[in-house]
């Protein structure tokens, strides 16, 4: 029997839906990323569409390597065997497209690859016509790329994809000050080890097994906390000696988690309030409306948007973790508080609500107006 056959239509159809919401999502963010100054974002990812690729091409047997990086202008991956290579991009301008293929021509590749492929991380991309005798020439948006998906991949493969974009498919942070991509100091391997550790074991701990079988694929987008087996939390600092006290000295509170980042997890700060921003359409200039503003006529050329205030917590500043005490049964994360304004967090965002429930994109910290 085929292996499509022992799922059922519908949960075949979720399945594929699963695989399109989260390329659509890697797209937007992608977008983000390029909005924030950063070109060169596509580079993060190869690893990851390497091992998609290797898997929609499996049965043909490709099997795709890392190109050495003085490749890296002309083509990503490759296989020399099937002689396919393939370049990874974010950049959706005709330009990057002419000069890929002006380099792959050349460097005379055409010797070592009948196929070049141009996969653009992005929902469009270039037009131009390309005519070459040599080799063959193909590239995908990433709605064609989806499509790819659905037209080659049987139950087993779109699984593995899956289990790909979901577990595995992280994204660096922006220094957006610098306007370049940064990493943390170098750490010892001890130190990496334990990050790791915390990471495996929270997720293994504070999320519903298989959630993504047991919620609605569109309602886990807009609200990605629902994988939470309790969002509520209590956040404590390593240092506090007042708790379960309150007062001006006390570093804990409680709080909810919103969705896992790269590096952490995302910590809703306003879970329990409804906030909107005024956005200026033509400068991006943003501000956060008062309580009573919010009913009241705008500033000519600024739009109303609900938004939400988001914190990163990394995992690097979680220490341990317990399953509630005595006092409160939620989840206790006991963090340094070595962040900003002297909390745990990292980075303090604002995301906007688009118009179909999906808070994807990002206000610019550096625009919001302080009142």
Sequence with gaps: MNSTLKMSLLNYQHLQQQIRDKLFEIAFKVKCFNKSGDLDISRYAESYFRLLFNIIYQKKGWHFEKAIKINQDTYDLYDKENKVCI???????????????????????????????ILFISESKPKQEVKTGKYDYIDYNIIEFCSLIEATCDQKSLLEIRDVLFENFNFPTIDKGKKKITGDAKV???????????????????????????????????????KFKDDRFILRSIDDDVYPNGGDNAKWSRTFMYDFYEKGILIDLGACINYFAAVNDQTDEWYILEYEEREKELPDGYNKKQIIVLAKLP???????QDGDEYYNDYHLFCKYEGVKNSPFEEIIYRYENGLGYYWDELDVTKKIER
């Design 315 to 321: 995992y690097k500043n979680i220490v341990y973790f």
């Design 188 to 226: 010892s391997q001890r130190e990496f080890l334990r990050r790791k550790k915390i990471e495996a074991d929270l997720k293994k701990e504070l999320v519903i097994a298989e959630y993504w079988k047991k919620f609605d694929h569109e309602k886990l987008a807009k609200e990605p906390f629902r």
């Design 87 to 117: 370049q990874i991009t974010s950049n959706n301008r005709s330009g990057k497209k002419s000069s890929t293929i002006n380099s792959f021509e050349e460097r005379d590749h055409s010797k070592d690859y009948s196929t070049l492929v």
